[in-house]
Protein backbone atom coordinates (compact mmCIF):
# COMPACT_ATOMS: atom_id res chain seq x y z
CA UNK A 1 0.00 0.00 0.00
CA UNK A 2 1.52 3.70 -1.40
CA UNK A 3 1.00 5.56 2.47
CA UNK A 4 2.11 9.50 2.37
CA UNK A 5 4.76 10.03 4.56
CA UNK A 6 4.06 11.43 7.69
CA UNK A 7 0.89 9.25 8.20
CA UNK A 8 -0.48 6.96 10.13
CA UNK A 9 -1.96 3.87 8.99
CA UNK A 10 -5.44 3.24 10.47
CA UNK A 11 -7.35 -0.08 9.88
CA UNK A 12 -11.08 -0.13 10.69
CA UNK A 13 -11.99 -4.33 11.36
CA UNK A 14 -16.03 -3.72 10.86
CA UNK A 15 -18.25 -0.82 9.69
CA UNK A 16 -21.31 -1.13 11.13
CA UNK A 17 -22.22 1.36 14.21
CA UNK A 18 -18.64 2.44 15.46
CA UNK A 19 -16.90 1.85 12.54
CA UNK A 20 -18.86 4.06 9.71
CA UNK A 21 -19.40 6.67 12.64
CA UNK A 22 -15.81 7.02 13.27
CA UNK A 23 -15.09 7.54 9.26
CA UNK A 24 -17.63 10.50 9.53
CA UNK A 25 -16.16 11.57 12.95
CA UNK A 26 -12.34 11.29 11.24
CA UNK A 27 -14.13 13.34 8.07
CA UNK A 28 -14.88 16.09 10.27
CA UNK A 29 -11.68 16.40 12.02
CA UNK A 30 -9.11 18.32 9.63
CA UNK A 31 -6.06 17.23 11.97
CA UNK A 32 -7.03 13.34 12.07
CA UNK A 33 -7.92 13.36 8.12
CA UNK A 34 -4.43 14.95 7.48
CA UNK A 35 -2.52 12.70 9.80
CA UNK A 36 -4.36 9.15 8.83
CA UNK A 37 -4.46 7.01 6.01
CA UNK A 38 -7.35 5.13 6.70
CA UNK A 39 -8.48 1.25 5.34
CA UNK A 40 -11.94 0.02 6.39
CA UNK A 41 -13.36 -3.46 6.10
CA UNK A 42 -16.90 -5.50 6.00
CA UNK A 43 -18.30 -7.80 4.20
CA UNK A 44 -22.05 -7.15 5.26
CA UNK A 45 -24.63 -5.19 3.02
CA UNK A 46 -26.43 -2.11 4.42
CA UNK A 47 -29.75 -3.69 5.52
CA UNK A 48 -32.73 -1.58 6.68
CA UNK A 49 -32.34 -1.43 10.49
CA UNK A 50 -29.05 -0.11 9.69
CA UNK A 51 -30.26 2.78 8.95
CA UNK A 52 -30.62 4.43 12.43
CA UNK A 53 -27.39 3.88 14.17
CA UNK A 54 -25.03 3.26 11.09
CA UNK A 55 -23.33 6.27 8.72
CA UNK A 56 -26.10 4.62 6.48
CA UNK A 57 -29.03 6.08 4.24
CA UNK A 58 -31.87 3.93 3.28
CA UNK A 59 -30.46 4.26 -0.69
CA UNK A 60 -27.68 2.42 0.49
CA UNK A 61 -29.92 -0.66 0.77
CA UNK A 62 -28.77 -3.84 -0.50
CA UNK A 63 -24.97 -2.30 -1.25
CA UNK A 64 -22.06 -3.28 0.89
CA UNK A 65 -21.41 -1.05 3.67
CA UNK A 66 -17.58 -0.74 2.67
CA UNK A 67 -18.93 0.37 -1.19
CA UNK A 68 -21.63 2.80 0.24
CA UNK A 69 -19.01 4.38 2.86
CA UNK A 70 -16.32 4.67 0.16
CA UNK A 71 -18.45 6.51 -2.14
CA UNK A 72 -20.02 9.24 0.57
CA UNK A 73 -15.85 9.50 1.47
CA UNK A 74 -13.44 8.44 -1.13
CA UNK A 75 -10.53 8.79 0.68
CA UNK A 76 -10.91 6.03 2.74
CA UNK A 77 -9.71 2.79 1.37
CA UNK A 78 -12.64 0.01 1.73
CA UNK A 79 -12.94 -3.31 1.23
CA UNK A 80 -15.98 -5.63 0.81
CA UNK A 81 -13.62 -8.93 2.28
CA UNK A 82 -13.95 -9.98 5.98
CA UNK A 83 -10.42 -8.72 8.28
CA UNK A 84 -7.76 -9.82 7.14
CA UNK A 85 -4.57 -10.47 10.38
CA UNK A 86 -2.06 -10.49 7.57
CA UNK A 87 -2.73 -6.83 7.22
CA UNK A 88 -0.10 -4.36 9.00
CA UNK A 89 -0.91 -1.23 10.76
CA UNK A 90 -0.30 1.40 13.18
CA UNK A 91 -3.87 1.37 14.97
CA UNK A 92 -6.56 -1.20 14.80
CA UNK A 93 -9.74 -0.46 15.72
CA UNK A 94 -11.93 -3.32 16.83
CA UNK A 95 -15.31 -3.30 15.66
CA UNK A 96 -16.58 -6.18 14.12
CA UNK A 97 -19.43 -8.28 16.01
CA UNK A 98 -18.35 -10.87 17.05
CA UNK A 99 -16.00 -12.41 20.02
CA UNK A 100 -14.74 -14.72 18.09
CA UNK A 101 -13.86 -12.64 15.27
CA UNK A 102 -11.90 -10.53 17.77
CA UNK A 103 -9.91 -13.51 19.82
CA UNK A 104 -8.40 -14.36 15.97
CA UNK A 105 -7.73 -10.47 15.20
CA UNK A 106 -6.60 -9.69 18.59
CA UNK A 107 -4.34 -12.47 19.00
CA UNK A 108 -2.65 -12.49 15.20
CA UNK A 109 -2.74 -9.04 14.91
CA UNK A 110 0.36 -6.46 13.80
CA UNK A 111 -0.68 -3.22 15.09
CA UNK A 112 0.92 -0.96 17.02
CA UNK A 113 -2.42 0.03 18.88
CA UNK A 114 -5.29 -1.57 19.21
CA UNK A 115 -8.36 0.07 20.18
CA UNK A 116 -11.43 -2.87 20.79
CA UNK A 117 -15.14 -0.55 21.19
CA UNK A 118 -17.53 -2.93 21.87
CA UNK A 119 -21.17 -1.98 23.17
CA UNK A 120 -22.34 -4.81 24.58
CA UNK A 121 -22.91 -4.64 28.52
CA UNK A 122 -22.34 -1.09 28.43
CA UNK A 123 -18.86 -1.81 28.43
CA UNK A 124 -15.67 0.40 26.09
CA UNK A 125 -12.54 -1.22 26.17
CA UNK A 126 -9.24 0.03 25.04
CA UNK A 127 -6.29 -2.51 24.36
CA UNK A 128 -2.66 -1.36 23.72
CA UNK A 129 -1.16 -4.79 25.17
CA UNK A 130 -0.98 -8.14 24.28
CA UNK A 131 -0.39 -8.98 28.04
CA UNK A 132 -3.90 -7.37 28.71
CA UNK A 133 -6.16 -10.33 26.72
CA UNK A 134 -5.37 -12.22 29.91
CA UNK A 135 -7.71 -10.09 32.03
CA UNK A 136 -10.80 -10.00 29.25
CA UNK A 137 -13.06 -12.53 27.64
CA UNK A 138 -10.69 -13.23 24.57
CA UNK A 139 -9.71 -16.43 26.52
CA UNK A 140 -12.72 -17.73 27.86
CA UNK A 141 -14.41 -20.05 25.32
CA UNK A 142 -17.84 -20.24 26.84
CA UNK A 143 -17.70 -16.28 26.65
CA UNK A 144 -16.60 -16.31 23.07
CA UNK A 145 -19.22 -18.51 21.67
CA UNK A 146 -22.32 -17.00 23.50
CA UNK A 147 -21.35 -13.78 23.09
CA UNK A 148 -22.34 -11.79 19.56
CA UNK A 149 -21.25 -8.39 20.80
CA UNK A 150 -24.98 -7.12 20.19
CA UNK A 151 -27.01 -6.02 21.93
CA UNK A 152 -30.28 -3.35 22.57
CA UNK A 153 -27.48 -0.62 23.41
CA UNK A 154 -26.60 -1.12 19.55
CA UNK A 155 -30.10 1.20 19.01
CA UNK A 156 -28.53 3.54 21.07
CA UNK A 157 -27.17 5.69 19.02
CA UNK A 158 -25.95 8.47 21.65
CA UNK A 159 -24.08 5.56 23.06
CA UNK A 160 -22.52 4.85 19.63
CA UNK A 161 -21.51 8.21 19.17
CA UNK A 162 -20.11 8.47 22.82
CA UNK A 163 -17.95 5.26 21.71
CA UNK A 164 -16.72 7.23 18.83
CA UNK A 165 -15.56 10.48 20.96
CA UNK A 166 -13.82 8.36 23.10
CA UNK A 167 -11.90 6.44 19.66
CA UNK A 168 -11.03 10.33 18.29
CA UNK A 169 -9.42 11.21 21.38
CA UNK A 170 -7.56 7.79 21.49
CA UNK A 171 -6.28 8.48 18.45
CA UNK A 172 -5.56 12.27 18.33
CA UNK A 173 -3.29 11.18 21.22
CA UNK A 174 -1.78 8.12 19.22
CA UNK A 175 -0.87 10.70 17.00
CA UNK A 176 -0.04 13.64 18.97
CA UNK A 177 2.16 12.12 21.62
CA UNK A 178 2.72 8.68 20.01
CA UNK A 179 0.60 6.88 22.62
CA UNK A 180 -2.84 6.56 24.06
CA UNK A 181 -4.69 8.87 25.84
CA UNK A 182 -5.65 5.93 28.48
CA UNK A 183 -3.81 2.02 28.20
CA UNK A 184 -7.17 0.96 29.13
CA UNK A 185 -10.44 1.91 30.21
CA UNK A 186 -14.24 0.84 30.61
CA UNK A 187 -17.00 2.90 30.71
CA UNK A 188 -19.85 1.17 32.90
CA UNK A 189 -23.59 2.40 33.32
CA UNK A 190 -21.99 5.66 32.46
CA UNK A 191 -19.17 5.80 34.88
CA UNK A 192 -15.70 5.56 34.06
CA UNK A 193 -13.28 3.15 35.24
CA UNK A 194 -9.82 2.34 35.48
CA UNK A 195 -8.69 -1.17 35.60
CA UNK A 196 -8.62 -2.49 38.98
CA UNK A 197 -11.09 0.78 40.32
CA UNK A 198 -14.02 -0.81 42.93
CA UNK A 199 -15.26 2.34 44.20
CA UNK A 200 -17.45 2.61 41.84
CA UNK A 201 -20.99 0.75 41.84
CA UNK A 202 -21.91 -1.38 38.26
CA UNK A 203 -25.11 -2.14 39.40
Known sequence: MDVEKNKRVLHIAGLGAVGSNLVNKINH???LKDKLEVYGWDYDKVEAHNCGNQFYSYGDIGNYKAA???KRFPWVHSSCEPYSTDNACDILVMAVDT???R???????????CLDTRLADDVIISL????IADNLDYNDDEVVQQSPCQSSFHADKKLVLKS??????QLESIVTKQEPAYKERRLIGG???EWGDTDVSIN
Not at 128 to 131: A, E, F, I, V
Open 128 to 131: TDHS
Open 68 to 70: ALH
Open 29 to 31: NTF
Open 164 to 169: VDWLIE
Open 103 to 113: RIIFHDRHADF
Open 99 to 101: MTA
Open 191 to 193: HVL
